[in-house]
């Protein structure tokens, strides 16, 4: 499975952004999804899970309430709705694909980043 993620930028503090992730060679249709960040020297950290089925979500505790994970398995996407963004929330977003859970080092596929930055 190859992912591309997209649609990383610069807003300003309280904007919002949407972020996409692509695959090709392979459906999403029955792998976990996940979003997660890495920020300038720390550890890369999940943000946001959702299940093969799409009938469960598990978000970080940083950015629950304002960041929404959805999956669109006939377009092979999956997509983070990042809204109320604050400058903390500035990283490199990475989506990755799991046959089980959304453990960092637990995720089979990896895509390339993109970057979110959050002016103040």
């Known amino acids: 499975v190859q992912l591309q993620a997209s649609g990383g930028g610069l807003v300003q503090a309280g904007g919002s952004l949407r972020l996409s992730c692509e695959a090709s060679?392979?459906?999403?249709?029955?792998?976990?999804m996940g979003w997660f960040r890495q920020a300038p020297g720390k550890e890369r950290e999940f943000v946001a899970g959702?299940?093969?089925?799409?009938?469960?979500?598990d978000y970080a505790d940083s950015v629950k309430g304002r960041f929404t994970i959805s999956r669109d398995n006939v377009k092979n996407t999956v997509y983070l709705q990042m809204n109320s963004l604050k400058p903390e929330d500035t990283a490199v977003y990475y989506c990755?694909?799991?046959?089980?859970?959304?453990?960092?080092?637990?995720?089979?596929?990896w895509g390339k980043g993109t970057l979110v930055t959050v002016s103040s």
């Open positions: 060679g392979r459906t999403l249709s029955s792998f976990n």
């Open positions: 990755a694909a799991g046959a089980s859970g959304y453990g960092v080092g637990g995720m089979d596929f």
């Open positions: 959702i299940r093969w089925s799409g009938r469960n979500r």
